[in-house]
C-alpha cells in the first residue's frame, strides 16, 4: 500500500485545513489508519486513528473536538479536518496504515506504513 497526504499549508490561530491522505496499492477498507504528526525535535504523536471494521475512532487529548478523521472509501481517501489550529500543531503530518481489524493504533510504532507527510505551520 502506498500513502500520500496532502493538504498542509501556512494558517493563521483559529483557522482550518483538511489534509487529505490518497491510498493506492490497496483500498482504505482494507488497513486501520492514522494520522501521525512531528514537531521538529519531537517524537511522532499520532493525533487519531481510525480502525477498519468497528468504526472506532481515537483522539489524542491534544486535538480532541478540534480535529475530525474519515474516509471515502469510493475515493480510496482517508481526511483529516482540522478546525482551531494553534501553534502547537505545527508539524510534518503523515497518514500511516496498520493491518488491525477491530482496533487502531494511538502508538506510532505501531503502524507498518507510512507516506510522505505534508507540512502544517500555523502562525500567532
Known amino acids: 500500500v502506498q500513502l500520500q497526504a496532502s493538504g498542509g499549508g501556512f494558517v493563521h490561530s483559529g483557522e482550518s485545513l483538511r489534509l487529505s491522505c490518497l491510498v493506492s496499492?490497496?483500498?482504505?477498507?482494507?488497513?486501520?489508519f492514522g494520522w501521525i504528526r512531528q514537531a521538529p525535535g519531537e517524537e511522532r504523536e499520532v493525533v487519531s486513528c481510525?480502525?477498519?471494521?468497528?468504526?472506532?475512532?481515537e483522539y489524542a487529548n491534544s486535538v480532541a473536538g478540534r480535529f475530525k478523521i474519515s474516509r471515502d472509501n469510493a475515493k480510496n481517501l482517508v481526511y483529516l479536518d482540522m478546525s482551531q489550529l494553534q501553534p502547537e500543531d505545527t508539524a510534518v503530518y503523515f497518514c500511516?496504515?496498520?493491518?488491525?481489524?477491530?482496533?487502531?493504533?494511538?502508538?506510532?510504532?505501531?503502524?507498518?506504513?507510512y507516506g510522505r507527510g505534508t507540512q502544517v505551520t500555523v502562525s500567532s
Open positions: 496499492g490497496s483500498t482504505v477498507s482494507d488497513y486501520a
Open positions: 481510525m480502525s477498519r471494521y468497528s468504526g472506532l475512532i
Open positions: 500511516a496504515a496498520v493491518d488491525f481489524s477491530h482496533h487502531c493504533a494511538m502508538t506510532a510504532r505501531l503502524y507498518d506504513y
